[in-house]
């Protein structure tokens, strides 16, 4: 890409809502911080409050890879343990590419416009912390210890393992995902996030989906946009959508919002 590539950014859409976990929920933790008397397989906690959250890297790594899957792409970028992602590693594979202008590629490549998505990290709601808080049948703090039978694939001897869940029912708030406007086109790429989230709601957030946890539903999704170049300033207005509900309501109203967005963030013809 050259030095005179020109980046316009004509606004920003955001989408909120609140996550519940309709089965228990299990994101990874970092062993090495382990605590003595903790867990086998620990879910990643707040420092600060020592409460489970979801981190929006979670979120976003899980709606993009299922979205580079529901698009076959080609999983061609190892980023580590064996686990190989799509990335376009040139310029012309990338504009046309469903999933990297909105996912992002590596700095490194150099291909690319910026990364239209972001995800920030959900906390655990006020009222679902203090309802865990009271539980006193909670095995650790905000979670239950449950039990699964690992099998070896070699002896087929299973072996216990306890996995550390967010208790079903729990509910994270507010999420917030940011979607950057750069050109024409990201007006309908926007809709592809509303798709990716569907298709998570359909899979599983964090670990041990296959046995059954990980089932999450956004709720309450509200759409919200604020042009940075409106007349009447510098992007003072956030404008609500009139379009909200569950993602499956977001994408039966598709076209409206669309229009609505075309109406809201003009994108210059320049
Ligand atoms: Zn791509």
């Not at 990643?44 to 976003?60: A, E, F, H, K």
């Amino acid at each position: 890409m050259s030095e005179e590539k020109r980046v316009n950014l004509y606004g920003r859409i955001f989408i909120k809502g609140h996550i519940l976990a309709k089965t228990g929920l299990h994101i990874g933790g970092s062993p090495a911080g382990l605590a003595i008397g903790s867990v086998d397989n620990p879910v990643i906690r707040d420092p600060l409050t020592n409460q489970p959250y979801i981190p929006g890297s979670s979120l976003r790594g899980k709606m993009r890879s299922l979205w580079e899957k529901a698009h076959g792409r080609k999983q061609n970028w190892p980023i580590g343990k064996g686990v190989n992602i799509h990335i376009c590693e040139k310029l012309d594979d990338y504009n046309d590419c469903p999933v990297c202008p909105i996912y992002g590629v590596p700095g490194q490549l150099d291909a690319s416009s910026p990364t239209r998505l972001t995800v920030r990290d959900v906390f655990m709601d006020e009222e679902s912390a203090k309802q865990l808080r009271k539980q006193a049948q909670t095995d650790m703090p905000y979670t239950e210890v449950k039990w699964e039978a690992a099998i070896d694939r070699v002896t087929s001897a299973a072996t216990p393992r306890q996995i550390e869940r967010v208790p079903a029912g729990t509910k994270f708030s507010d999420f917030e995902m940011v979607f950057s406007v750069y050109e024409e086109k990201d007006l309908a790429r926007f809709l592809d996030v509303l798709e990716a989230m569907q298709l998570l709601e359909d899979d599983y957030l964090g670990g041990s989906g296959s046995r059954g946890s990980g089932k999450i539903v956004f709720e309450g999704v509200a759409i919200s946009a604020r042009a940075t170049r409106s007349k009447d300033g510098y992007g003072k207005e956030i404008i609500d959508c009139p379009a909200s509900g569950s993602v499956s309501d977001l994408l039966d109203k598709k076209t409206e919002i669309l229009t609505w967005l075309e109406e809201k963030i003009k994108i210059a013809k320049d």
